[in-house]
């Protein structure tokens, strides 16, 4: 079974670009989440899909953020314009809807603002 | 509120010893996870706890879901320098007014092991 892809490994930009991630989830997989995580602290929760719908932003800095599942399956994350804290690796993660199922992350973006 | 706390932030301990996360909610969990990051990796899921006071072990390590099942906690015995990494613990809690589980983690324990 694939795992959860996500892409670009590494990205450096410059503060006030923009960049954008891509994430392709396990298949089958309705709930999608993006997490940003700072160095030396837990995944923080940003957005949470369920198939193609978004059930939770509340983290999501949405003057700068935004990301879309149209299908509900691909999913893209996008920060415009970027500033130097938004320096973090981000993480996809996709499970199954049941409660009991585990979360399966990618291998993650790791995003440098200079 | 909806979130889990967890500690110590950090652990170094000698290869051999053991070593104790601990993870606390004010509220009371539908069940917990924990997943393991190595470092430059991504994080793995190593267990999932749902029953009050229930106890799994995997191996060296032992988890623990408490009676009122707010608090978790995941246990090393005899820790070798493969199990260094950063252990998370992880809790569901309703996603946006619906249903749907909210995965939120802990801040994590980096472990670091002396050979």
């Known amino acids: 079974e694939a795992g959860v892809a996500q892409s670009p490994r590494y990205k450096i930009i410059e503060k006030r670009q923009s960049v954008a991630f891509w994430c392709n989830p396990i298949?089958?997989?309705?709930?999608l989440y993006w997490y940003q995580q700072i160095l030396g602290q837990g995944p923080k929760l940003l957005i949470q899909?369920?198939?193609?719908?978004?059930?939770?932003d509340s983290q999501l800095p949405k003057d700068r953020f935004s990301a879309e599942r149209l299908k509900g399956v691909d999913s893209t994350l996008k920060i415009q314009p970027a500033k130097l804290e938004d320096s973090a690796v981000y993480l996809c993660?996709?499970?199954?809807?049941?409660?009991?199922?585990?979360?399966?992350f990618g291998q993650g973006t790791r995003l440098t603002v200079v | 509120g909806q979130q889990v706390m967890q500690i110590p932030q950090y652990q170094h301990v000698q290869e051999g010893e053991d070593f104790t996360t601990y993870c606390n909610s004010s509220?009371?969990?539908?069940?917990i996870q924990w997943y393991k990051q190595r470092p430059g990796g991504h994080p793995v899921f190593l267990i999932q706890l749902v029953k009050s006071g229930e106890v799994k072990k995997q191996k060296r390590l032992t988890f623990q879901f408490g009676e009122a099942k707010k608090n978790s906690s995941l246990h090393i015995t005899a820790t070798q320098t493969t199990d260094v990494g950063t252990y998370f613990c992880a809790a569901l809690f309703n996603a946006g007014g619906t249903s749907y589980g909210k995965l939120t983690f802990g801040q994590g324990t980096i472990l670091t092991v002396h050979p």
């Open positions: 899909f369920q198939n193609n719908g978004v059930v939770d």
């Open positions: 993660a996709s499970r199954e809807t049941s409660w009991v199922a585990e979360a399966f």
């Open positions: 298949s089958g997989h309705a709930t």
């Open positions: 509220t009371t969990l539908s069940n």
